[in-house]
């Protein structure tokens, strides 16, 4: 079992930047594949960023590329996403996530635990 709290977000004026956090507790935190997903009102959950467990697989969604940037520090627990230039089509909640799976995966899907999510809202 894991466990993972968000935290990080807000409102933000288009052009601002936010870094969000995922704190993370419970059996083996450390080798597990991480995530950062977002849902908008009305859509389906996407992924945003995944890190492998070792941080030499990073994926980003292409519309996110060069604006955020995902890592992690083992020795916290904790997962962070740097996002900057913001856009108000950025407002979502965003989720992270962990995977129970050893082979690399990107899709929501194949991830097991979830936060319960943080808000952020960007206006224009």
């Known amino acids: 079992q894991v466990q993972l709290a968000e935290s990080g977000g807000g409102l933000v004026q288009a052009g601002g930047s936010l870094r969000l956090s995922c704190t993370g507790s419970g059996r083996a935190f450390g080798s597990r594949h991480m995530g950062w997903f977002r849902q908008a009102s009305g859509k389906d959950r996407g992924t945003v960023a995944v890190?492998?467990?070792?941080?030499?697989?990073?994926y980003y969604t292409d519309s996110v590329k060069g604006r955020f940037t995902i890592s992690r520090d083992k020795s916290k627990n904790t997962m962070y996403l740097q996002m900057a230039s913001l856009e108000p089509g950025n407002t979502a909640v965003y989720y992270c996530?962990?995977?129970?799976?050893?082979?690399?995966?990107?899709?929501?899907?194949?991830?097991?635990?979830w936060g319960q999510g943080t808000a952020v809202t960007v206006s224009s």
């Open positions: 890190i492998s467990w070792n941080g030499e697989n990073i």
């Open positions: 996530a962990a995977s129970v799976a050893t082979r690399y995966t990107t899709a929501p899907g194949g991830f097991t635990w």
